[in-house]
């Protein structure tokens, strides 16, 4: 495939990422996955940064990397190249790849981090992400071969059906990032999306991630490179000189706040957990305490018991808000969402549930603020497969259920609950109330 894909087959290629019950060429689980992680606090404060996309996100991964003596380990549900090195024409069929040349010039710059990292500093890399089954094609390479080739360490997630975390940890905690980014030219620069930083924050709720991740590792399979590369050709792959490259600047987003890293000291930690292990017991366990307050900003609300929460907040009278994506890429997300959007139309609510500000690609961020004073932000969504109910989990060729590996974080200081609140209320602001329509797919 060559480097320049016309835009249409671009956008087409959005049909890659969706996650509808029925695409699940990236399911691999074979074994029940029992709860195994149970959510902890802290018991001394961590500093936070809170970050944003589109704002940065992108300097923010990069410089993680770059800081990075020793390891890191990371989650990432799948890479898209922002060459055009991972495209291809039908979900889970078919094979993908550049020219050697061409994936070498990698525009993401997180790549040229990474092997940067690996030959400059001999940097400990490892990355548990999704298979989706497309190898390279005859001839070509994609961004996972080459950093495989250059000794960073990937596995294929086997735990449950799909790994959806987002989390980076550098030098064995020293710096941890818990996000909604997806590694995809959009998710960094063109969506909404929310993640914050942990420093100096060694403490259960964060070790926590770090023991799925490494279970998640220990699970996982080896990532197998499918083609075979000439000797010349492999010098060329495997060249350790520094690789330069450039962070681009933000492009922004029309119109849309532009958000800042502010470090906040003596932020508790009140809370870890990770999906599925604990995540619907403990989500579900925050609703009763609600006393006055309750605003929700998710790519999309999917779950009928979550939805229902929303509505009986709102009938023993909390001021609750819910602001979503008016583009979801699963046909089946899109349709599960309006009918919860409906039921809590009908139910009062009118003019409380809103999409938010429609020139960020996605609204792909969730975080809710729970009376003023309490952060909750998690890698996943509102739906089944983020927060499932059970406590053991089948492959989902015997369950028919998707089961996602997700991480989420409760936090309190108010200067940092007061700058979510800055963004939550300029993209409020921008964004429109939702309506009963006539169900037209946008995405598609
Ligand atoms: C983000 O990545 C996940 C996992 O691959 C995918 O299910 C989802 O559709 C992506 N979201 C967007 C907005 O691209
Ligand atoms: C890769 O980048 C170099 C330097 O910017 C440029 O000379 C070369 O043409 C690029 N190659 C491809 C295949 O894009
Ligand atoms: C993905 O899984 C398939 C089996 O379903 C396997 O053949 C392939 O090698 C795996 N891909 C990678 C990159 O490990
Ligand atoms: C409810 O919350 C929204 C968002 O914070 C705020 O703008 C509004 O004034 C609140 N309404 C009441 C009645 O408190």
Same mark, same amino acid.
């Given at each position: 495939?060559?480097?320049?894909?016309p835009?249409?087959?671009?956008?087409?290629?959005?049909?890659l990422?969706?996650?509808a019950?029925?695409?699940?060429?990236y399911?691999?689980?074979?074994?029940?996955y029992s709860?195994?992680?149970?959510?902890? /606090?802290?018991?001394k404060? @961590?500093?936070?940064?809170?970050?944003f996309?589109?704002?940065?996100s992108i300097?923010?991964y990069?410089?993680?990397?770059?800081?990075a003596q020793? *390891?890191?380990?990371?989650?990432?549900?799948?890479l898209?190249?922002?060459?055009?090195?991972?495209?291809y024409?039908?979900e889970c069929?078919?094979c993908?790849g550049?020219?050697? &040349?061409?994936?070498?010039?990698?525009s993401?710059?997180?790549f040229?981090?990474?092997?940067n990292?690996?030959?400059?500093? /001999?940097? !400990?890399i490892?990355?548990?992400?999704n298979?989706?089954?497309?190898?390279?094609?005859?001839?070509?390479?994609?961004p996972?071969? +080459?950093?495989?080739?250059?000794d960073?360490?990937?596995?294929?997630?086997?735990?449950?059906t799909f790994q959806h975390?987002k989390?980076?940890?550098?030098?064995?905690?020293?710096?941890?990032?818990?996000?909604?980014?997806n590694w995809?030219?959009?998710?960094?620069l063109?969506?909404?999306?929310?993640?914050?930083i942990? &420093?100096d924050?060694t403490?259960?709720?964060?070790?926590?991630?770090?023991s799925?991740?490494?279970?998640?590792w220990?699970n996982?399979?080896?990532?197998?490179?499918?083609?075979?590369?000439?000797p010349?050709e492999?010098?060329?792959?495997?060249?350790?000189?520094?690789?330069?490259?450039?962070?681009p600047?933000?492009? /922004?987003?029309p119109?849309?706040?532009?958000?800042q890293?502010i470090?906040?000291?003596?932020?508790?930690? !009140?809370?870890?957990?990770?999906s599925?292990?604990s995540?619907?017991?403990?989500?579900?366990?925050y609703?009763p305490?609600?006393?006055?307050?309750?605003?929700?900003a998710?790519y999309?609300v999917?779950?009928?018991?979550?939805?229902?929460?929303?509505?009986?907040?709102?009938?023993r009278?909390v001021?609750?808000?819910v602001?979503?994506?008016?583009?979801?890429?699963?046909?089946?997300?899109?349709y599960?969402a309006q009918d @919860?959007?409906?039921?809590?139309?009908?139910?009062?609510?009118? /003019?409380r549930?809103?999409?938010?500000?429609?020139k960020?690609?996605?609204?792909?961020?969730?975080y809710?603020?729970?009376? *003023?004073?309490?952060?909750?932000?998690?890698?996943g969504?509102?739906s089944?497969?983020d927060?499932p109910t059970?406590t053991? +989990?089948?492959?989902?060729?015997? *369950?028919?259920?998707s089961?996602?590996?997700?991480?989420?974080?409760?936090? &309190?200081?108010q200067?940092m609950?007061?700058?979510f609140?800055?963004?939550?209320d300029?993209?409020w602001?921008?964004? !429109?109330?939702w309506?009963?329509?006539?169900?037209?797919h946008?995405g598609?």
């Amino acid at each position: 495939m060559s480097a320049a894909l016309p835009l249409a087959l671009l956008t087409s290629c959005a049909l890659l990422w969706s996650a509808a019950a029925s695409d699940n060429c990236y399911d691999h689980q074979t074994e029940t996955y029992s709860a195994r992680f149970s959510p902890a /606090g802290c018991t001394k404060t @961590c500093t936070v940064t809170p970050f944003f996309s589109p704002d940065t996100s992108i300097s923010t991964y990069v410089s993680l990397i770059e800081e990075a003596q020793e *390891s890191i380990d990371i989650y990432t549900p799948g890479l898209r190249s922002w060459s055009y090195c991972t495209d291809y024409k039908e979900e889970c069929e078919g094979c993908t790849g550049c020219s050697i &040349e061409a994936q070498r010039n990698e525009s993401f710059p997180v790549f040229p981090a990474l092997l940067n990292a690996v030959h400059d500093r /001999g940097v !400990k890399i490892r990355i548990v992400t999704n298979n989706f089954t497309i190898p390279a094609c005859p001839g070509k390479i994609t961004p996972f071969d +080459w950093l495989v080739l250059n000794d960073v360490q990937v596995r294929m997630y086997t735990t449950t059906t799909f790994q959806h975390a987002k989390y980076i940890t550098v030098d064995k905690g020293k710096k941890t990032a818990v996000s909604s980014v997806n590694w995809s030219y959009t998710s960094f620069l063109k969506n909404r999306e929310a993640g914050v930083i942990l &420093e100096d924050c060694t403490c259960s709720a964060v070790s926590l991630y770090q023991s799925a991740f490494d279970y998640d590792w220990d699970n996982g399979e080896d990532y197998v490179i499918t083609q075979t590369y000439t000797p010349s050709e492999m010098a060329v792959i495997t060249n350790k000189a520094h690789m330069p490259y450039t962070v681009p600047d933000s492009p /922004g987003v029309p119109g849309a706040f532009v958000t800042q890293l502010i470090k906040h000291d003596n932020v508790a930690i !009140k809370k870890g957990y990770s999906s599925p292990d604990s995540s619907r017991d403990t989500i579900m366990s925050y609703f009763p305490q609600v006393q006055q307050s309750f605003n929700l900003a998710v790519y999309q609300v999917t779950d009928d018991g979550l939805c229902d929460e929303l509505l009986s907040l709102y009938n023993r009278g909390v001021n609750v808000t819910v602001m979503v994506s008016d583009y979801i890429v699963s046909e089946y997300d899109y349709y599960k969402a309006q009918d @919860c959007y409906k039921k809590l139309y009908d139910g009062g609510m009118k /003019g409380r549930v809103q999409y938010a500000y429609s020139k960020f690609e996605f609204s792909h961020e969730k975080y809710w603020i729970i009376d *003023s004073t309490t952060i909750h932000l998690s890698t996943g969504n509102w739906s089944p497969s983020d927060f499932p109910t059970g406590t053991s +989990w089948k492959p989902y060729s015997q *369950s028919g259920k998707s089961v996602n590996r997700d991480l989420e974080i409760v936090l &309190e200081q108010q200067d940092m609950v007061d700058y979510f609140y800055r963004v939550y209320d300029a993209d409020w602001a921008l964004g !429109k109330p939702w309506e009963p329509k006539s169900l037209t797919h946008k995405g598609h």
